[in-house]
């Protein structure tokens, strides 16, 4: 982290988050990180299940290839997460939901 960064210097990815919700406030509300870490990053996360971040992805147009997906915490969280470039910022959205319990079926003989 940069101690001379001032707020002025998260222009691009806040430029970036106000577009965002101009062009697509219809779209599911994400969690939103902005950081003088990466300052010219803009992270949206979804909490509630996949179906949002595939809206978003299909909305920024990340073809599904792109998408990177893990599983965490013991493997009850699937992870999906995708980093591409929205108008001047690198954007990383990241969606998170539950795996499915496995259904156990019987052997018939």
């Known amino acids: 982290m940069n101690e001379r960064l001032a707020f002025d210097d ?6 970036t988050l ?9 779209l599911p509300a994400p ?3 902005v950081s003088p870490i990466y300052p010219d990053r803009l992270e949206l996360s979804l909490h ?3 179906p949002g971040f595939e809206a978003w992805r ?3 147009g ?10 965490q915490g013991d493997g009850r969280t699937r992870v999906l997460r995708t980093i591409t470039t929205y108008e001047g910022a690198e954007l990383e959205l990241v969606g998170y939901g539950d795996v499915p ?3 156990l079926v019987e052997a018939t003989v």
């Not at 998260?10 to 430029?15: E, G, M, S």
């Not at 990340?62 to 599983?71: F, G, L």
């Open 10 to 15: 998260l222009a691009v990815p806040l430029r």
């Open 18 to 26: 106000r577009l965002l919700a101009a062009d697509f406030g219809h």
């Open 31 to 33: 969690t939103v990180s």
């Open 48 to 50: 509630s299940g996949l």
């Open 58 to 60: 299909e909305a920024l």
């Open 62 to 71: 990340v073809a599904p290839e792109d998408v990177n997906y893990h599983v």
């Open 101 to 103: 319990a496995p259904v």
